[in-house]
């Protein structure tokens, strides 16, 4: 009791009482479902210095610091006796660095935000597909896809300020050497940054990141499709983005479009509907449209322009994740129908409402793979027991996941030899004391 009270002071010495809190209606406001009690206490950091010295004291009385990665915690961390970092106080766009195309933001900036601001220069970010929070840094560096991955499959962003356990900050790209000289899109040497993508801040807390920005072109469109079956909407997600045409290429079911776009009941959606984009000069773009309504009209596409008018105002938008239980998962296109196929069934199996699930597909590196994500809206009868079913079923069939968590991560790192072994050694070494998200990927 005594070392709670000693903590609790502490931590007001460093950020104020009015910056830390435990009541358990806001506590609840992280997890899925509202607590009963909980130990932990929410701490609003407003600097990277003041990040440090959490994360100092925290290592020096061996307390456990959590950090939100994705739209919630996992439930059982509400019994840990630790402290939760929230960021959302950390909201400074450093610098917009409009010659080199590159903005340096700390963690709570959200995308609105940086759009905004990013508009002023006539720049632009990129946004997700189905963000997991509203904040830039972390949907970029825990790799969520982007819409744009057809044309931008690289994950865009670098140079980031990292608070290692024992609270020195780590500066992963040329940053570390200078911060006035010229920013690049590729860090000189090692790549560090990737070293903390998608780990979680299992080994070190990332605070600050730099993301990369593109230039407003002259016009901006869409165009949509309606498709009669998957086979028709996934080789148009294939094929058209192979004749570098078009930014962004994804498709969605009738259920999930409905969600998406919040499309009144009784409005008839097609089965599948394709989105493209596009971006540059007048010219260009009518070329493009021209010839990629051609493409998709030949595998059976048909244009929507109603649904055009509804999209093509969204398609800057970070679109969030329409629902917690979903599985996602990269594949070659030549694999979704089968993938899809054993989802449907493995879902009629477990008595799942065919008209409760809704897909997105989203192309990825000129058409040459696809992220399938699949969205159960139904709550009833553990939908998330459900998609923990799901994944095994599907990674056993060659599914790949690149950011697998909790149980499901030790299930697929147990399939490559020797990998679990080499993260606990890794964590090991950056955070000695686990203190750092202990439990999330079940290293400790």
């Known amino acids: 009791m005594a070392q709670k009270k000693d903590l609790i002071e502490m931590l007001r010495k460093i950020v104020g009482s009015e910056e830390i809190r435990s009541d358990l209606k806001m506590l609840s406001g992280y997890f899925r479902e509202p607590l009963a009690e909980s130990q932990l206490r929410v701490v609003f950091p407003e600097s990277v210095e003041k990040v440090q010295e959490i994360v100092r004291l925290a290592d020096e009385m061996k307390v456990p610091i959590y950090t939100l990665n994705d739209t919630y915690l996992p439930q059982d961390v509400a019994a840990q006796d630790g402290i939760l970092l929230d960021f959302k106080k950390m909201d400074r766009i450093e610098r917009v660095d409009k010659r080199n195309l590159m903005a340096h933001v700390q963690r709570g900036v959200t995308f609105a935000q940086l759009q905004e601001e990013l508009a002023k220069e006539g720049l632009k970010v990129t946004t997700p597909a189905a963000a997991t929070s509203p904040f830039v840094v972390t949907n970029l560096v825990n790799r969520v896809v982007i819409k744009a991955a057809a044309r931008y499959p690289e994950v865009p962003v670098t140079n980031m300020y990292v608070v290692l356990a024992d609270g020195r900050l780590h500066k992963s790209g040329s940053h570390a050497l200078s911060e006035e000289m010229s ?12 070293w903390y993508q998608a780990s979680g801040d299992i080994f070190g807390i990332i605070t600050r990141a730099s993301i990369h920005i593109y230039p407003e072109r002259e016009r901006r469109s869409a165009l949509v499709f309606g498709f009669d079956d998957l086979k028709g909407a996934c080789q148009a997600l294939r ?53 990629v309504r051609e493409f998709a009209e030949e595998l059976g596409g048909k244009a929507n322009d109603s649904l055009r008018e509804i999209l093509t105002g969204k398609i800057d938008e970070a679109w969030p994740l329409k629902t917690q239980n979903h599985t996602a998962f990269y594949t070659l296109f030549n694999r979704v129908a089968d993938f899809d196929e054993s989802i449907a069934d493995a879902l009629k199996k477990r008595g799942y409402p065919s008209t409760e699930f809704g ?22 009868n553990d939908p998330s027991q459900l998609v923990d079913e799901l994944n095994e079923m599907l990674l056993d069939k060659g599914a790949f996941y690149d950011r697998p968590l909790g149980k499901f991560a030790q299930s697929v790192f147990s399939r490559i030899d020797g990998y679990p072994e080499h993260l606990k050694r890794i964590k090991g070494i950056m955070d000695p004391k686990g203190i750092l998200n202990p439990g999330m990927l079940n290293l400790q």
């Open 239 to 291: 094929d058209i983005p192979r004749r570098e045409i078009g930014t962004e290429y994804l498709a969605m079911d009738a259920k999930y479009l409905g969600a998406l776009a919040e499309i009144k009941k009784g409005i008839k959606l097609p089965p599948w509907t394709v989105l493209v984009g596009f971006e540059g000069r007048e010219e260009h773009i009518i070329y493009q449209e021209k010839m």
């Open 359 to 380: 897909r997105l597909i989203v192309s990825v590196d000129r058409g040459r793979a696809a992220y399938s994500l699949y969205a159960l809206f139904k709550n009833g």
């Open 183 to 194: 920013d690049t899109k590729s860090e000189g040497g090692a790549d560090i940054s990737k």
